[in-house]
């Protein structure tokens, strides 16, 4: 994944909290990290306004590849991008990076397969045409 195809940035502050007794990010924290990246994405993207009680959003699966530790105090950034845009589901992707020597410095990448969810009905829905075209417009894409 090319850093350059990241529209969207989530900056990060590592809490204490955050690290294990090998002092750095417990690979559990990532997910958070993604998840924090994730709703900044969907709220400046496209400023959805609905009620996640009756439809939103879940995710379905998330892949993690972990290339350098995270410690506590790193300058931590969170790139998002949606790289497929299905009719239920749609991928995300994450670079994690932090700033080092002025340098952005990749620690891990990510993806997460995320579905759209009707609460109240128990299941998947198609992604509402309003999302999509926020995405699309955000992304500067046609289709993906």
């Known amino acids: ?19 294990d007794a090998f002092g750095h990010v417990n690979n559990a924290t990532y997910l958070t990290y993604l998840e924090m990246a ?9 400023d959805w306004q609905y009620n996640w009680s009756k439809q939103g959003i879940i995710v379905a699966k ?9 410690k ?4 931590v950034i ?11 589901s749609f991928d995300l992707e994450y670079r994690i ?10 620690m891990a990448d990510g993806v ?5 969810f009707d609460y ?7 992604i509402p045409l309003e999302w999509k075209a926020a995405i699309l417009k955000f992304e500067g894409v046609a289709t993906l």
């Open 97 to 106: 990076v932090k700033m080092f020597k002025g340098q952005e410095q990749l």
């Open 38 to 46: 994730r709703v900044n994405y969907f709220d400046e993207v496209a």
């Open 78 to 88: 969170v790139y998002t991008r949606c790289s497929r845009l299905g009719n239920k």
């Open 120 to 126: 109240d009905a128990k299941k998947s829905i198609d």
């Open 1 to 19: 994944m090319e850093i350059n195809l990241f529209k969207h940035k989530t900056n990060i502050e590592v809490r204490f909290v955050d690290i």
């Open 62 to 70: 998330a892949e993690i590849d972990f290339i350098i530790p995270i």
């Open 112 to 116: 997460t397969v995320v579905v759209a």
């Open 72 to 75: 506590f105090k790193d300058e």
